[in-house]
């Protein structure tokens, strides 16, 4: 029997080692969980670490320590948030912790930031940010994610949001925020800023000849000899088509008008040098209109559009061309909406109607042509003038369907007057390029000469030079095709056009026009004269037939007839007439024509 303090040892003993078995399994379990602890964070896929409140990091895993630039995560135990990013300071690792002790915070707080490492190199993180609770103490767990391929992507977007895919200048969304900055920036420093719409002419044709593939080549090469002309502060940007905007910015006080005027200057110059394209010689100008803070506008969108504004007159002055915007412009661009929402439904309300002007013969006063001239009493305006509403209906495209109707009416109306004084007259009527564009037009004719049972040669079509140099290559191959019809082809207000003798022997037309501008000094002015009986003669040494303008007296119809022009058109033979009227008065010309030989007078 043992002595009672041999059990109190023996207890004592026994408890000792189950206390220390238990502090075994205990450590043992709490090694298992360390471990597998640590094993989870490391076995992230993105960075991790818990920082205190001091900014000392207790915990990290190994994608932590690859994505700052450390050997290992062991490394990053003990150190200070500072020291892992060089370009933190310890205000705002401290500022950073005070926002989870912060009231009602939404969990986790997000960041991106781009992280500075030590090695030199840039990190785009996405920082997620909670709180961690550990023995009553506050900690911070932070997730660092890797966006540097999210950021690529982002960056790739913000491009094509912002530059133009075919120039790599800045696109149409991009210079209207970098033109609201400049204006902002000339407001407050008292400065100036001009804006130049730039416009490729002929820019179509080259799409049309050779394709949407040498355009863009085109559009590039121009974008790259303009960039070439700017100074390193101006910006430069497509707008859309062919369409170029140029920023002149931080100009001194009334000084950006003559700058734009003298950049325009010199654009111009440059793009008329022409392109090499695909092994072709291109010639294309450049048409730019002017708008400038705080002389005509003092946002964005009024600069930009007060610059389209001048550019279309520069267009209208012809290819080639500068114009500073003004308030008359915009007066006449105002009256150009109105006219085009009138034009609307204009042809089905019946608002159009033709008149006809008689052409004689310069020799024997016999009528023999005459023109069509389409006028127009709309509904809401009044009378409009063809000045006004013909380039309107040119721009929206509504001169196509207004062309048919001319063309069927007058032909209509030269199948009424058969069997009458008017039976073999010829009837010329005004042709735009966008109706030698319409791929139905040579039907349309065609359609319109055997519905009202005519013959081809008892039509004209007349053209402007500006018709001929739109698409030189498409208008001479409908043209050709007119003429194999047997319709007649008249060249009108010749002599004020751009390069009008190439065009006789290029376009093989029938007819020349005179203008009015010569022939209406021909009787005082010995250079006018002069070079009216130049013309003429050059019209014969080519065999075509001449028709003088605007004959308002007997002795300019004297004049012409003994140059010999061949046809007379203007005041001194007649205004122009509505159908019953013309009737008339080619009745009263067919009876008279025989005793007033050379006698001009109505």
């Known amino acids: 029997m043992l002595h009672p303090d041999m059990y109190v040892v023996w207890f004592v003993g026994t408890s000792i080692l189950k206390v220390l078995s238990m502090l075994g399994l205990v450590y043992a379990v709490q090694d298992e969980i360390q471990q597998r602890y640590a094993r989870t964070i490391d076995s992230l896929s993105h960075g991790f670490l818990i920082r205190d409140r001091r900014g000392y990091v207790h915990v990290a895993n ?70 961690y609770i550990e023995r009553g103490r506050l900690f911070c767990l932070v997730q660092l994610l890797d966006i540097s391929e999210r950021k690529k992507k982002d960056d790739l977007l913000y491009q094509a949001a912002r530059i133009d895919p075919v120039t790599g200048f800045y696109n149409r969304h991009a210079l209207s925020l970098r033109l609201a900055q400049e204006v902002a920036h000339a407001v407050t420093a008292g400065r100036e800023c001009a804006v130049l719409f730039i416009d490729l002419d002929k820019f179509k044709r080259v799409n049309d000849s050779f394709g949407h593939a040498a355009g863009d080549e085109l559009l590039r090469t121009a974008a790259n000899r303009l960039h070439g002309l700017l100074r390193p502060c101006d910006v430069l940007a497509r707008f859309g088509g062919d369409e170029f905007i140029v920023i002149i910015p931080d100009l001194a006080p009334n000084s950006a008008e003559q700058m734009a005027i003298d950049c325009a200057d010199v654009i111009i110059a440059a793009m008329g040098k022409g392109f090499e394209l695909s092994y072709h010689a291109i010639s294309v100008t450049a048409s730019i209109g002017i708008a400038c803070y705080p002389d005509h506008g003092d946002d964005s969108d009024t600069l930009i559009r007060c610059a389209d504004i001048a550019m279309y007159e520069a267009k209208k002055a012809g ?284």
């Open 62 to 131: 190994e994608r932590c320590a690859k994505l700052l630039g450390f050997n290992n995560a062991q490394e990053l135990i003990g150190l200070h948030v500072c020291d892992l990013l060089p370009n933190l300071t310890r205000d705002m690792a401290d500022q950073y912790f005070r926002r989870f002790e912060a009231k009602d915070v939404q969990y986790p707080i997000s960041d991106t930031a781009v992280m500075r490492l030590r090695n030199g190199n840039s990190l785009p993180v996405e920082l997620l940010g909670s709180p």
């Open 319 to 602: 290819r080639g061309e500068q114009r500073v915007f003004n308030d008359a412009m915009n007066a006449a661009a105002k009256d150009g909406l109105v006219i085009d929402g009138a034009l609307r439904g204009a042809i089905e309300a019946n608002e159009f109607y033709l008149v006809y002007q008689a052409i004689t013969n310069a020799h024997t006063g016999r009528l023999t042509k005459v023109e069509a001239l389409l006028r127009w009493h709309s509904s809401l305006l009044g009378p409009v003038s063809p000045d006004r509403f013909i380039p309107v209906a040119e721009d929206s495209g509504m001169i196509i369907p207004l062309g048919t109707w001319v063309l069927e009416q007058a032909c209509r109306q030269m199948g009424q007057w058969k069997q009458s004084a008017l039976d073999d007259v010829t009837i010329s009527i005004n042709v735009s390029a966008w109706q030698l564009a319409d791929p139905d037009f040579l039907q349309l004719v065609s359609q319109a000469l055997i519905s009202n049972g005519l013959s081809p040669h008892q039509l004209e079509l007349e053209l402007t030079e500006r018709v001929l140099i739109e698409d030189a290559a498409n208008v001479q191959a409908v043209l050709a095709q007119l003429r194999a019809l047997g319709v007649g082809i008249s060249l009108d207000d010749f002599g004020t056009g751009y390069s009008s003798l190439s065009y006789l022997t290029q376009f093989h037309l029938n007819t020349l026009k005179i203008d009015r501008a010569f022939v209406m000094d021909i009787e005082h002015s010995e250079r006018s004269n002069s070079l009216v009986h130049a013309i003429i003669a050059m019209g014969h040494s080519l065999g075509l037939q001449l028709v003088a303008e605007g004959v308002e007296t007997a002795g300019q119809a004297a004049i012409l007839e003994k140059m010999g022009c061949h046809y007379l058109q203007g005041y001194h033979i007649s205004r122009p007439l509505p159908p019953d009227e013309l009737l008339r008065f080619a009745d009263e010309r067919r009876s008279q024509a025989p005793a007033v030989h050379g006698d001009y007078a109505i």
